[in-house]
């Protein structure tokens, strides 16, 4: 596992160099942003700790419950790729998989990392920029279909953490991959990452993006997608952990015939706070995009969603639409829903939807009335309203395992 | 097996049983009639164990036990069922899935062992015969996007797979067509036994002729003003609910 070695300094006046200067001199220039800014009016800065804490100690991570027999590994621990727990020896030729440090060996790569999102495009984008010093870069060439999903695992194990993982991801011309992107934690570390997924004409990636981490973590991510020509990207996010999440899920669709499907479920507890803001930019004509995305609130927490289509003059023929619901379990609880519109063209198909609401109470009885306790009854009208998210994960073991997990996790969830 | 006494019901501040009174032995059929907004549903959705109904007065016995002291899942895995005037769509559960988990609550609280998928399967599909249910619906959602007739058959295949003690059909004649009709009565029929006993609601001398009731109630503004035999229905059916009452203007303690 040679190529896994991830101690190869960058050279001075690399790319990597370049990007980690660039970012921080724009991080020291934009400073943090502030709920005057009209993205983070609702996201509880405060709670953002300690973004200097030191690089922890090496981990000792549990993956029980967490591993995909048939998948190609890539684990993370405590900031640190961990080889020994990592299984990348099935891959074809046509699939790279390395740490991103590694991208010096990879000059396609190393022209493209930071274009997606430079520094300049926020405080947090170019702290991760300056400051990234673990992730996978995944390469497939034109035509390579992987089988079997690519798994990423980052785990973390300590309570101080300040963690700033990158990816960038390049699926080639027709090239076809899974890749699960999975953050596990015990404490309540902060972590930042940023990934840019470049997808070549006729690509076709499915990628779902699970937040699992503890409930007093922190997570501000980042993900920009870049879809060419007839390409197809299935994209869901699951945030089911953190004191305070935030994902900004930056979408573009460049040439015509792109496919975007992105979805995403957060589920709140506590006090927690998580947003997921979406941006779906139509540039070129004929392409369509879909967003669904529900959140689940209990106690007091509070649930954002923005998602924003912007269609560009001349992107005729688009097809754009847009779904978000929130369900309520407490009064508590916060929904704040904010679909946004910006269409400069006339040939345009855009819907959106977007409801607060609270159990069914007809439904509950229902069940009820049929013998099933109340507490079985309100986990099944839940399980049934994360449903339409969670049909689109294809590594079905996986999908079982989740919905058994969010069964228990529903029954525990009490109304108010 | 079900006895009613002096009940009374209201929601809110409004009180839409006023006294109520019904007695019904193992194995008979009870028919209830009257106008709309009598007071029938709200009777069945009491018996159901519907929280939004505040019984204020009066108390039920069903099998010697106190009814109203037992959430409504209790009531039904004690064989109590309710096939509803409106079943209730649920997006997202699949009707099989539902019905294997109401099966196996009830089982297990009888003390049963729960079913697997295969014997569910089999004893699903011997059902699904009765009531000559298209199988496409076990794989829908619970209701979702069912026409008026098949949510009323739908109904009846959870009864018959749930084998209640005590079932109360809430007009599952309306909407029906002449066949489905009597499809619906045959599986009733079927179900008949000296230890189960049926509440039907309907609006239908018609349905009575398919299942033959042996008492007839009419509940007229929350009260059962006339009981009879099955001639009452076709009495009823002859002359509507205003003569009867300008005719007896009584209230008459139903009772077996
Ligand atoms: N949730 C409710 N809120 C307010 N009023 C109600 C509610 N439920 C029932 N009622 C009222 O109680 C009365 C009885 O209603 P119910 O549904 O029991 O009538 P019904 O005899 O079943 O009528 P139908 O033959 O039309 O089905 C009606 O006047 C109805 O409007
Ligand atoms: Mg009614």
């Known amino acids: 596992m040679n190529a896994l070695t991830q101690n190869a300094e960058a050279f001075p006046g690399s790319a990597l160099e370049m990007l980690r200067l660039h970012g921080e001199e724009s991080f020291q220039s934009l400073g943090l942003p502030s709920k005057k800014q009209e993205s983070w009016r609702f996201t509880p800065l405060n709670r953002l700790g300690d973004l200097d804490a030191p690089l922890p100690q090496t981990g000792s991570p549990r993956l029980e419950g967490l591993l995909i027999p048939e998948a190609h590994r890539l684990v993370f621990s405590n900031g640190r790729l961990n080889e020994r727990l990592s299984n990348i020896e099935a891959l074809p030729s046509g699939c790279r998989i390395s740490s991103i440090l590694e991208i010096a060996q990879d000059p396609e790569a190393e022209e493209i990392i930071g274009d997606l999102l430079p520094p300049q495009t926020g405080a947090f984008q170019a702290l991760n920029s300056a400051r990234f010093d673990h992730g996978a870069l995944i390469v497939l060439e034109a035509g390579t279909r992987l089988e079997g999903p690519i798994h990423l695992i980052h785990h973390c194990d300590t309570e101080e953490a300040a963690l700033y993982p990158r990816n960038l991801i390049m699926l080639k011309a027709r090239a076809e991959a899974t890749i699960i992107e999975h953050f596990v934690s015990t404490g309540p570390m902060i972590r930042m990452p940023l990934a840019e997924l470049h997808l070549g004409a006729g690509a076709d990636l499915h990628f779902l993006r699970l937040q699992d981490e503890a409930d007093k973590a922190r997570h501000l991510g980042f993900v920009a997608i870049a879809l060419e020509r007839d390409s197809k990207a299935e994209f869901l996010s699951l945030a089911l952990g953190a004191d305070l999440f935030r994902l900004e899920l930056e979408t573009t669709l460049r040439s015509r015939g792109a496919e975007a499907s992105l979805s995403g479920l957060h589920l709140g507890r506590g006090a927690a706070h998580g947003e997921h803001l979406v941006r779906v930019e139509h540039q070129a004509p004929d392409c369509s995009s879909h967003q669904l995305f529900r959140s689940i609130l209990s106690d007091s927490s509070r649930g954002v969603f923005t998602g924003r289509i912007v269609v560009a003059p001349g992107a005729q023929g688009t097809d754009a639409n847009q779904s978000s619901k929130s369900l309520l379990l407490s009064d508590r609880a916060v929904a704040f829903n904010n679909p946004q519109l910006e269409i400069d063209a006339d040939d345009v198909r855009c819907t959106h939807g977007s409801t607060v609401g609270e159990l069914d109470e007809e439904a509950l009885f229902y069940l009820r009335a049929r013998g099933i306790g109340k507490e079985e009854a309100r986990a099944l009208l839940m399980l049934a309203f994360a449903g339409e998210v969670l049909q689109s994960i294809g590594v079905e073991d996986l999908k079982t395992r989740l919905e058994e997990r969010l069964i228990r996790r529903f029954h525990g969830a009490t109304a108010r | ?256």
């Open chain 2, 1 to 256: 097996m079900l006895e009613i006494r002096n009940l009374h019901a209201s929601i809110g501040d409004t009180e839409i049983l006023k006294g109520i009174n019904l007695s019904i032995g193992d194995g008979e059929i009870h028919a209830v009639m009257g106008p709309n907004g009598s007071g029938k549903s709200t009777l069945a959705s009491v018996l159901a164990g519907k929280e939004d109904y505040r019984v204020t007065e009066g108390e039920i016995l069903y099998q010697g036990n106190n009814l109203l002291d037992l959430d409504a899942e209790t009531r039904a895995r004690e064989g109590l069922f309710l096939a509803f005037q409106y079943p209730v769509e649920i997006p997202g559960v699949g009707n099989s899935y539902f019905l294997k988990a109401a099966l196996n609550a009830i089982r297990k609280h009888r003390g049963e062992t729960e079913l697997d998928a295969f014997d569910f399967l089999q004893l699903v599909k011997e059902k699904m015969k009765l009531v000559q249910m298209d199988e496409s619906l076990l794989k829908r959602a619970v209701n979702e996007g069912f026409s008026g007739g098949e949510k009323k058959r739908n109904e009846i295949f959870h009864m018959a797979v749930l084998e209640p003690r005590m079932a109360i059909l809430d007009e599952t004649d309306s909407g029906l067509d002449i066949d489905a009709l009597r499809i619906v009565s045959d599986g009733v029929n079927a179900l008949r036994s000296p230890e189960r006993s049926f509440l039907v609601i309907t609006h239908y001398q018609r349905l009575l002729d398919h299942i033959v009731p042996d008492f007839v109630h009419v509940l007229k503004d929350g009260r059962i003003v006339r009981s009879g035999g099955r001639e009452l229905a076709l009495e009823l059916e002859a002359e509507g609910y205003e003569d009867l009452h300008d005719r007896d203007g009584l209230r008459v303690a139903a009772g077996a």
